[in-house]
C-alpha cells in the first residue's frame, strides 16, 4: 500500500513536471511572437528616415556638434516615428480590411490584420507612448538644466507630436481630409529637421538649412503620394480621402514627375547663385538619378487599372527608397563640408603661426 502510494505520487509528479515542461515552451513561443509582431507593427525599416533626418538637421548647423542634444533629437523623433506607426495601424483598422494592395510600403503592418496583436495591447502602448513622451518632455524641460527641450525646441516638439498624432487618429485625422501627405512631409521634412538644427545653436536655423530643407520638402510629399497610389481603390471605398484619391492617379503621376524636374534643377540654380555647397549639389543631383528611376516605373505603370498594374506594389518602395538615399548622401555631403571647415581652420592657424614667427 505504502508502496503504491509512492509510485502514485512519483506519477503525479512526472506528469506536473512534463506540463510545466510543455507550458515554457508555449509561454516563450507567445513571448517571442509577441515581441516579433511588435516589431513589426513599430515597421522599423522606416526609421532609418527620422534618424537621418534628425542628423542632417544636427549638421546643418554652423557650431561643433552638441552629442547631448542629438541623442536627445534622435530618440524622440525615432520614439514618435514609432507611435505614429501604431496610431496609424489602429485607427486604419477598418481602411487596411479592405486593402487588397496592401505590401511591406504600404496599407499598414497587417498585425491587426492576422491577429498576431489585438487592438486593445495596441492602443495601451499606442497611448503608454503617448503620455510617456509627453512626461519625458516637459520633466527633461523643467528638471534638466541642460536639456534642449527648451523654449522654441519644446514649442516645436509639442507641435510634431500634435501633427504625427493627428495623422489619422481622430478628431484632426488628417490623412482622410487629403491632408496626410502634406503633413508627413512637413513634420518630417522641414519641422523635425529643424527641431535638430535649432537645439544645436539655441534657438537659430542656418543658411544650410535654408537651402536642403526645402528640396526635402518636396521630395517627401511627392513620395507621400505615391505611397498612396496603391491604396486608391480601398480608400475611395471607406471615405478615406487622401490626397492622391482626391486628384486621381494621372495627376499624382504628374506631380511626382514634376517634383523629379525640380529636384534636379533646384540644385544646379541655387549652386550657381552661391547658396549651396558644391558637395550638396552633387549629392542632390546623386539622388536625383534614382528619383527618375522610380519616375520611370511610374510613368510605365496602368494607371487607368492601378489594382492590375505588375508593379504597383513596387511603386512605394522605389519612392521611400529615393528619400533615404537623397538624406543620406546630403548627410554625407555635410559630414564633407564639416571636415573641409576643419581643415581649413587649421591651415589657417599654422599661416598665422608662420606669420607671427617671421614678424619676430
Known sequence: MPRRDFYSSSESLDSKSRKSSQSKPKNLTSTFTFIKS???????????????????????????????????TVTFAMTVHVMTHLSNDYYDYETDLLNEQRSKWNGGSGVLLNGSL???????????????????????????????????????????????????????????????????????????????????????????FSTIVPLLFIQNFSRMMIMNLPDVESDLKCGK????????????????????????????????MNYMHPAVCIGFLLAAMRGWQANIAIQSADMKHISKAENKKNLPFMATMHVLFTVFVVVVALVFMRAENVFDSHLNRIDSSNTTTLIH
Open 241 to 272: 480621402n487622401t490626397l492622391t484619391s482626391q486628384v486621381g492617379v494621372e495627376t499624382t503621376k504628374e506631380i511626382y514627375g514634376a517634383a523629379q524636374v525640380v529636384l534636379t534643377i533646384a540644385p544646379l540654380v541655387m549652386y550657381f
Open 118 to 208: 489585438s487592438r486593445m495591447v495596441v492602443g495601451r502602448v499606442m497611448f503608454g507612448m503617448l503620455f510617456g513622451i509627453l512626461g519625458s518632455l516637459f520633466a527633461s524641460a523643467y528638471f534638466d538644466p541642460h536639456s534642449p527641450f527648451k523654449g522654441y525646441s519644446l514649442v516645436l516638439s509639442l507641435a510634431i507630436i500634435g501633427l504625427a498624432w493627428g495623422y489619422t487618429a481622430p478628431p484632426l485625422r488628417f490623412q482622410y481630409r487629403g491632408l496626410g501627405e502634406l503633413t508627413v512631409a512637413l513634420t518630417m521634412s522641414v519641422m523635425l529637421t529643424a527641431l535638430s538644427c535649432m537645439m544645436q545653436t539655441n534657438g537659430h536655423l542656418t543658411n544650410t
Open 38 to 72: 511588435f516589431i513589426k507593427i513599430a515597421r522599423i525599416k522606416f526609421l532609418p528616415h527620422s534618424f537621418l533626418l534628425s542628423l542632417l538637421g544636427a549638421l546643418s548647423s554652423t557650431k561643433s556638434l552638441n552629442y547631448y542634444a542629438l541623442a536627445h
